[in-house]
């Protein structure tokens, strides 16, 4: 280790005072040209760098955001982190990370250590939808929440667009020529579920159908669902064409489920799913047809909203950001 | 939002001058307790908080630390981060977040943007054991490496013991009475694939066994790889009755492929994966048993390691933390 670089020795080293030396390397105060050059000559040479801390008192500002997960980073907050890291550009402002894990005390405590920090503003990510208590009451500094919604409607909260999910993926089952449609999906308590169902049923409606089991099959995100639902929709339904899944993981319990009963995907049954999870999606047999929630794009689309709030422009209310199909061989439109 | 309380407004509604009123909060000076009392109730009616960027400046401390990922936050980096903010504790130290995308350019960028903020140490985190470039040369704060492992051996850092990995599984399959055992694993060029490879090999050797199939299964981190290798393995060596699996993943296309081809798990052929991945472990069928990297474990020490440097006692090398075996279903131990 090296000792720090301090302006001190970089005003040695220009061979002027200490605070003439902050004048050149803030910009500020009258000075000559020369005199600039020398001391940013000398800056450069020596290696300093300026202290944001310091800077960030002089200019009422921390340039540091707080991002709260309750997820512990699961693979909804990483994407949407991502994004959010994006927007706020890289090293024009730094990210304080926290780990709320779903505990209110634990995040009461992190929304304490982030306000004494001065962070000029907090994102909260979250994993579902549904509203949630806000962060706190009142709190000097704007918040945002990404992929959760505020329970007060005077906040900011980007959700992806669940409706327009089961419009994409009822469409896209219909334009390949199935009607014979079925659906099996996650917790009807998740508000994501219902929009997703609605959204789908309203396609099917505007096209004289509905979904061939009027007792929608809810249930849990796991695999083992979409196995056991998809035995109950055969049984059923035999004549079943397609099948919207909730979520990829739940599609690829159904093609494994549809395999060992000897129907063939997707020339008997095609598929649907939701997230373009990757890992679960691509490794379907057949690699599954999904609805992707672009999570990064909401990410980024929270942070510009938060940057807008620090410059003094809120945008109260619930904000949506786009989905999109992503076509693979579950549903047969590429043969 | 409300404006933020300051000292001033904490000093006017204790009666008392904004130097009695800091030196109240902060503990210092000669002050009656009657007067600090007062401080202590102003402050805490009016909701002040201490502001962190002063205290740091005042400590030449900042109480953050850097974490620089290099996989995006991946299923590998997330525990380790998880155990990394446990051990630096929620509060006491604040993590400042960077995502390097494994991108040198990006990483060096970052290294710049915490120095300035003045962080007291960083912690880079990467997903495999293999040597990487060192963060930088001659930085003014210390520097931890978890999950990864820098060149330079004057550096600090902390990986999974590899070697107990392998022992860990073969031991385990040997246990369950198991003599011809194969093995499938990922590419030749990770160092920790090699280091599990020679953990089982020396248990097996000291059992006067080896891998029934001399040329160990090397390819790719795939299900698809896992399918393939276990077909060209049940060609070569039909009478195998465990497989070694390099990861959960594998793991679970060995099982898919063993099920297809008529064999039993475990009661033909008995299987142990690594990572405790339980997304990968749970929903193989039937479930997993695994090596468990326990990676937040592993943040934690890291985390330690950067305090105890930080408090100016470097640990330089390379440390190893333990890992753990999960005995689930494909090892037909539980029955």
Redesign the interface.
């Known amino acids: 280790?090296?000792?720090?670089v301090t302006i001190i020795d970089v005003a040695a080293a220009a061979g002027v005072s200490v605070g003439t030396a902050s004048k050149a390397l803030n910009g500020r105060g009258q000075l000559r040209q020369d005199t600039r050059d020398r001391v940013a000559a000398a800056a450069e040479r020596l290696g300093f760098?300026?202290?944001?801390?310091?800077r960030?008192?002089l200019s009422g500002r921390?340039f540091?955001v707080g991002?709260i997960t309750t997820d512990?980073?699961?693979r909804f907050s990483?994407p949407v982190?991502?994004g959010a890291?994006d927007a706020l550009g890289?090293?024009q402002m730094?990210?304080?990370?926290?780990?709320g894990r779903g505990d209110p005390i634990?995040e009461r405590?992190?929304l304490?250590?982030?306000?004494?920090?001065?962070v000029d503003g907090i994102i909260v990510t979250g994993r579902r939808a549904d509203p949630r208590p806000p962060l706190g009451i009142?709190?000097?500094?704007?918040v945002v929440y990404a992929l959760c919604q505020s329970a007060d409607p005077a906040d900011c909260s980007v959700i992806s667009d669940d409706d327009q999910v089961g419009r994409l993926a009822a469409s896209h089952l219909l334009s390949v020529g199935r009607s014979r449609i079925g659906h099996i999906t996650g917790p009807a308590g998740f508000l994501a579920v219902r929009r997703r169902s609605a959204g789908a049923q309203a396609v099917l409606k505007e096209a004289g159908m509905s979904f061939v089991d009027p007792g929608s099959q809810y249930g849990e995100w796991?695999?083992?669902w979409g196995r056991q639902a998809t035995r109950i929709l055969l049984r059923a339904t035999p004549d079943v064409d397609a099948i919207f899944c909730g979520s990829d993981?739940l599609g690829r319990g159904v093609a494994d489920a549809l395999r060992e009963a000897g129907r063939r995907v997707p020339d008997d049954v095609a598929l649907v799913g939701v997230d373009n999870w990757e890992?679960m999606a691509l490794?379907c047999r057949p690699p599954l047809t999904t609805v992707d929630l672009q999570l990064q794009e909401l990410g980024r689309s929270a942070a510009a909203l938060l940057l807008d709030a620090i410059d003094g422009r809120p945008a109260a209310g619930v904000h949506t950001t786009p989905t999109r199909l992503v076509v693979r061989e579950s549903t047969g439109a590429l043969a």
């Open positions: 280790m090296r000792a720090r760098q300026a202290n944001s801390l310091a960030g008192l921390s540091t991002l512990s980073f699961g990483i982190m991502l890291e890289a090293g730094s990210v304080f990370l926290c780990d634990r405590h992190y304490q250590t982030l306000l004494s920090r001065r009142d709190l000097p500094v704007p796991s695999e083992e993981q890992v490794a």
